[in-house]
C-alpha cells in the first residue's frame, strides 16, 4: 500500500491523490516540548524550517491552552496569565477552524498533545485523536525499542498512522 | 488443569507472569548479591515500566485528570491495580493535609508461591510495584516518594505501599526565549 513520506527532518511534499486524502499534517508532541512525530501529507507551503516550524506550533498550542483556561467564564479559580497550568487542567481546548484549515488538539493528563490539520470541513475530531492516542500506545509505548522521549521512528505506527488518517479524513 | 480467576483471564497466563516476576528477582539476585542493589534495581525497572504504563492506563481507562491526590490515590487503587494485575486495593491513612496515605493489597499476584529464604532479608520482593507507581505519578506532574509499610512476605498481615505526594510539577514553557 502506498504511504507518503513523512520524516521529521524535511519532509519532500507528496505527489498529491486522487483519493480524498484531506488531512494536511500531524504532530506528536510530548510534555517537554520534544515533537516526537511529525507528519505530513498534504502541505504545499512550507514558510520554515522543522525545527522553527516544531516550536511554533508548540509555542502556539501552549499559549492557546493557557489563554482559553484562563478565560473561562463559568471557572470559578482566579489563575494569573502565565502560571503555568497541570496537563489536562482547567478547561481544554479542543480546535480551532480557519476558512482553509481546521486545527485539532487532544492533550493526554501525560502530557502526550496529538495535533491534527486537516480541511475546514471536518467534523469533530476528539475520538479519532483519542484513536490516535491508542494507537501510540499499542505502537510506541509498548514497543521496547522505544526510548521514551524521543522522536518516533516505528514503521508500522507510521503505517497504521496513515491508513487510519486516510479513513477519517 | 485450567482455574479461571475472578476477572475471566485464564489464570495460566497469571502464572506464568508470576513465574518470570520470580526468574526476574532470582537472577538479580545472583547477578548483584546485595539485597539493598536488588532493591534499587526492581525500583528502578519499576520505574521504566512506570513512565510508558502511565499512557497505556489513560489510553484505556479513559480517566480524566484527577482533581486532587487523593482522588489520584483512589484511582490508582481501584483502576490502576485492577487493570493490570486484577486485584484491588484500598486507600487508608490519609494525612492531615492529604499528600500521604497507604495502598494496602489483601492480594498480590507477584508473590505467588514465592517464600523468602533467610539469606533473603532485607528484600523487598514486590519493590517493582512501587517503582511503577512512581514512574507513573511522575509523567502526570506529580513527585512522590514510595515505600513499603508492610509485607506479607517479611511476616506482615498484608502489603502496605506508602505513597507521599513530594510536589506538583506543573509544565513549564520549554524553550528559551531567546531566539
Not at chain 1, 488531512?23 to 510530548?30: C, D, G, L, Q, S
Request: aromatic residues 10%; glycine residues 6%; proline residues 5%.
Amino acid at each position: 500500500m502506498q504511504f507518503f513520506g513523512g520524516s521529521e527532518i524535511s519532509p519532500s511534499p507528496p505527489a498529491p491523490t486522487a483519493t480524498g486524502n484531506n488531512a494536511h499534517m500531524m504532530y506528536v508532541f510530548n510534555r517537554n516540548g520534544v515533537c516526537l512525530l511529525y507528519r505530513e501529507w498534504n502541505r504545499p507551503l512550507h514558510t520554515l524550517n522543522p525545527q522553527q516550524d516544531h516550536k511554533l506550533m508548540f509555542g502556539l498550542l501552549f499559549s492557546l491552552k493557557s489563554l482559553t483556561a484562563k478565560m473561562d467564564p463559568t471557572s470559578a479559580e482566579k489563575g494569573n496569565l502565565g502560571v503555568p497550568q497541570l496537563p489536562g487542567q482547567g478547561c481544554s481546548f479542543h480546535s480551532f477552524r480557519t476558512n482553509t484549515y481546521k486545527l485539532s488538539f487532544m492533550e493526554s493528563p501525560s502530557g502526550i498533545k496529538i495535533i491534527l490539520v486537516t480541511h475546514p470541513r471536518t467534523g469533530d475530531l476528539r475520538e479519532s485523536l483519542k484513536y490516535i492516542y491508542n494507537l501510540y500506545v499499542e505502537y510506541v509505548v509498548k514497543n521496547p525499542l522505544y526510548a521514551p522521549g524521543t522522536p518516533i521512528r516505528c514503521e508500522l505506527f507510521n503505517t497504521t498512522l496513515d491508513q487510519y488518517v486516510r479513513s477519517i479524513a | 488443569m485450567r482455574r479461571t480467576s475472578s476477572d475471566g483471564r485464564s489464570s495460566e497466563n497469571a502464572e506464568l507472569f508470576t513465574l518470570t516476576y520470580g526468574a526476574i528477582v532470582r537472577q538479580l539476585l545472583t547477578d548483584l548479591e546485595e539485597v539493598e542493589e536488588v532493591n534499587k534495581q526492581l525500583d528502578q525497572m519499576g520505574y521504566n515500566i512506570g513512565i510508558r504504563l502511565i499512557d497505556e492506563f489513560l489510553a484505556k481507562s479513559n480517566v480524566s485528570r484527577c482533581v486532587d491526590f487523593k482522588e489520584t490515590a483512589e484511582v490508582i487503587a481501584k483502576v490502576g491495580f485492577k487493570m493490570f494485575l486484577g486485584v484491588t486495593a484500598s486507600v487508608t491513612n490519609w494525612d492531615a493535609d492529604g499528600t500521604c496515605c497507604s495502598i494496602v493489597l489483601e492480594d498480590n499476584p507477584l508473590v505467588d508461591f514465592v517464600e523468602l529464604p533467610d539469606t533473603c532479608q532485607g528484600l523487598y520482593y514486590c519493590n517493582v510495584l512501587s517503582g511503577v507507581i512512581r514512574g507513573a505519578l511522575e509523567m502526570v506532574s506529580m513527585k512522590t516518594e514510595v515505600t513499603w509499610l508492610r509485607d506479607m512476605l517479611r511476616g506482615d498481615d498484608a502489603y502496605e505501599l506508602q505513597v507521599k505526594l513530594l510536589k506538583q510539577v506543573p509544565e513549564e514553557y520549554p524553550y528559551k526565549d531567546d531566539e
